[in-house]
């Protein structure tokens, strides 16, 4: 069965070369920018010619739609450049396609690296997301952010290899990215007119400390799970203050 890789992208540059290093021998590589100001597009260059522009952003959920109508084979692999195909799971990946129904959808296990070291509580892992799908059976859904593949109806195939995640190498422009998905969020928030206000920041922040850092045993991850634990309870506290802010 011939793959073709699907990636969305804005300013990758220090990611993506890493990313698509790994995924090579796929049949096809299809990228969809929305405005790289710097070398994205010059990497990309080097591995596909199958480039899109679409600066008319609509959020996550459709640029990967954009992508995945761009392919030309029925199977999707949406990877982000932040992402790494270790040659075991690319040889999980071509074993199985081998083996399933167009009814199946493979589901990776991503594996994140922050702070320096590999997470492996926090909430961060397992962290089973499903990537591999073909387009003719079911494709991503609209959302603007926390975008996924609809799996309703089909058989979802747990791979056993790691999915590499190097997001987090900078924390500043970590932290700053979970405020842009907090800003997101809030609009999805009044959209299906959830219940906001001051009081409701506070205590979803709260919890979300204590789900990530007790919960999802955080504090076996050392320093790294207390700082995770921070950030998404911050990302939390003003997702529910811009809300409250708009509405």
């Not at 982000?80 to 083996?99: A, F, P, R, W």
């Not at 961060?124 to 959302?143: E, F, V």
């Not at 995640?165 to 999805?188: M, V």
Request: hydrophobic share 40%.
């Amino acid at each position: 069965m011939k793959l073709s890789v699907c990636i969305i992208c804005k300013n990758e540059e220090s990611t993506l070369e890493r990313c698509l290093e790994s995924v090579k021998w796929a049949d096809e590589i299809i990228i969809v920018d929305s405005g790289s100001s710097d070398k994205t597009l010059d990497i990309a260059k080097r591995y596909t010619n199958k480039i899109a522009i679409r600066e008319d952003w609509e959020g996550f959920g459709e640029q990967r739609r954009r992508a995945e109508a761009l392919a030309s084979n029925d199977w999707v692999f949406a990877i982000d450049c932040d992402e790494v195909v270790s040659e075991e799971l690319h040889n999980e990946i071509i074993n199985t396609l081998n083996k399933i129904d167009n009814n199946s959808i493979l589901v990776l296990n991503r594996l994140t690296h922050f702070c320096g070291k590999f997470i492996r509580h926090s909430g961060w892992y397992p962290s089973r997301i499903a990537r591999i799908y073909n387009k003719k059976t079911t494709n991503y859904n609209a959302n603007l952010v926390h975008e996924s593949v609809i799996t309703k109806g089909c058989k979802l195939v747990n791979l056993k290899a790691d999915l590499l995640h190097y997001q987090y190498e900078d924390l500043f422009a970590y932290i700053n990215k979970r405020n842009g998905y907090a800003n997101i969020g809030a609009d999805q928030l009044l959209k299906k007119g959830k219940n906001v206000s001051i009081g409701k920041a506070i205590g979803s922040s709260l919890f979300a400390f204590i789900r990530h850092y007790f919960l999802r045993l955080g504090f076996l991850d050392g320093k790294a799970g207390f700082v995770i634990a921070v950030i998404q309870s911050h990302y939390s506290f003003n997702k529910y203050l811009f809300a409250d802010y708009r509405k």
